[in-house]
C-alpha cells in the first residue's frame, strides 16, 4: 500500500489548512485505519506489507466486533473523513462488513486498494454502497514492469481487470503510482491510459523506509535530480506546486504558522489520527511512536489525552531544521525521522528529503530570504 500523504504536495496543503482552521478545537475530523498489514502482493518498495498467510499477524488484528466498536467512537468524537487500507484490505474476508459497518456509523470512507483483489462480487457491493473515492495503485503500463515492482506473477492482469470492473460501475476511481527506479520510465504512459479512460492519476517519488526498520525501500528512490525533472514535465503538477509555495513557503509563511515552535506543524494528532491493524493510536500512518492501544482505553482518551500531549512537544533547540523557509517544501517531520533512523527521542532530518526540498527551490525559481 502507499501512504496517504500520497499526493505529497495536495495533502500536505490539505493537511496544514486543516491545522490552520482548528488551532483551537482538537476534532479529529479525518483518520487513516489499516485492517490490515498481510497483502496479497510482495512489492519491492512497500513500508509495511506482510505476507497474505502471515498467521502472526492475522491472530494480532483487531476482530470485526472490535472494529466496529472503534468506528461508533470515531463517529460519536466528530470524525468525518476515514481512509481504510492495509496491506491490501480486501485479503480480510470481513472487509466488506468492516466497510459497511463504517459506512453506517455516518464516516465518509476512502478505500486504498491494490486493484487485484476486486472481483465481481467486491465491486457489485461497492456499487450498491459507493465510497467517496476509490484509490487503486498502478505500478505500470506493462506486465514486465508492474509486475517487477509487485513480484507476483499474473497482478497485471488482475489489476487492470479490477480497474475496469470499477469503471463498469461507475464507481470514483483515482489511480496512483511510487515512482520507482524500476517504474518511473512508464509513468507518462499510465498518464495517457488514466486519461483515455476519464481517470485521475498522480504519482509520489518520495519513497519511506519500512516501519520495521529495515531501509530497503530506500535503495529504489529516484535521484533528486530526477524527482525535480518529473516535476517539471508536468504542467499540472508545477501549478500545484506554485500553489503551494505561494502559501507555504518561505520566511512569511512560516512565520505565521502557530505550530512553528512545535515538533508536529501539521494536522496529525490535532485534526486527524492514524490506527492501525493492532489497534494501536498514532498520530498519522508513519509517526507511530509513542502510540496509545485502543484495545485498553477509549478513542476519546487516546485523542484527548495522549496525542494532545504528544501534540504539546517543542522542536529541539538543536533541531537543523527549525525555522527553515524550505522546511514545509521539504516535509521534514517526526514520521520521516522515526522511519528513516529509527524511534529515537530526537529528531533527525533525512537528507534525501532536504536535497530534494532544495533542487526543487533552485528549479522552483525561489528567492529565500539570506539573512
Known amino acids: 500500500m502507499e501512504c496517504p ?19 483551537h478545537q482538537r476534532i479529529p475530523l479525518a483518520g487513516s485505519i489499516e485492517l490490515t498489514e498481510r497483502c496479497n502482493l510482495q512489492c519491492t518498495h512497500c513500508y509495511i506489507n506482510q505476507g497474505v498467510g502471515d498467521v502472526r499477524c492475522h491472530t ?31 485479503v480480510r474476508p470481513d472487509s466488506l462488513d468492516l466497510y459497511a459497518a463504517a459506512k453506517k456509523a455516518g ?30 495503485t498502478l505500478y505500470g503500463a506493462t506486465e514486465q514492469t508492474y509486475e517487477g515492482v509487485t513480484r507476483v506473477h499474473g497482478s ?28 518511473w520510465h512508464e509513468l507518462p504512459a499510465v498518464q495517457a491510459y488514466a486519461d483515455s479512460r476519464g481517470i485521475d492519476f498522480r504519482f509520489d517519488p518520495l519513497v519511506n523506509c519500512r516501519i520495521d526498520g529495515s531501509a530497503a525501500p530506500a535503495k529504489l ?27 507555504f513557503v518561505g520566511t512569511g509563511a512560516n ?5 512553528a515552535d512545535h515538533l508536529y506543524r501539521c494536522g496529525a494528532g490535532a485534526t486527524s489520527f492514524h490506527i492501525d491493524a493492532y489497534g494501536q493510536l498514532s498520530p498519522c500512518l508513519i509517526a507511530r511512536h509513542p502510540s496509545y492501544d485502543l484495545r485498553t482505553g477509549s478513542f476519546r482518551q487516546g485523542w484527548y489525552d495522549f496525542l494532545a500531549a504528544l501534540r504539546q512537544q517543542k522542536v529541539p533547540s538543536d533541531d537543523p531544521c527549525g525555522r527553515c523557509e524550505l522546511l514545509s517544501l521539504c516535509g521534514q517531520c517526526p514520521g520521516w525521522s522515526q522511519l528513516e533512523h529509527g524511534p529515537t527521542e530526537s529528531v533527525r532530518p533525512v537528507a534525501y528529503l532536504h536535497e530534494v526540498a532544495h533542487r526543487r527551490a533552485e528549479a522552483f525559481g525561489l528567492t529565500l530570504d539570506k539573512s
Open 255 to 259: 512565520n505565521t504558522n502557530a505550530n
Open 60 to 90: 494480532r488484528e483487531l476482530t470485526r466486533y472490535e472494529w466496529n466498536d472503534i468506528f461508533r467512537q470515531l463517529a460519536d468524537e466528530g470524525c468525518f473523513w476515514l481512509l481504510l487500507t492495509g496491506g491490501e484490505m480486501f
Open 107 to 136: 464516516l465518509i470512507i476512502t478505500l486504498f486498494t491494490n486493484g487485484t483483489t476486486i472481483s465481481p462480487r467486491v465491486a457489485d457491493f461497492l456499487a450498491e454502497w459507493p465510497p467517496l473515492a476509490i484509490e487503486v
Open 221 to 247: 528512490r529516484l535521484p533528486p535530480e530526477q524527482v525535480v525533472q518529473l516535476d517539471l514535465a508536468s504542467e499540472q503538477r508545477m501549478a500545484d506546486w506554485r500553489t503551494f509555495c505561494e502559501k
Open 156 to 183: 497485471f492482469r488482475r489489476c487492470m481487470e479490477g480497474i475496469e470492473r470499477l469503471l463498469d460501475r461507475q464507481l470514483p476511481l483515482k489511480l496512483k503510482a511510487m515512482a520507482l527506479t524500476s517504474n
Open 5 to 23: 500523504h500520497i499526493p505529497e504536495l495536495k495533502h500536505s496543503i490539505f493537511g496544514q489548512r486543516l491545522q490552520q482552521k482548528t488551532t
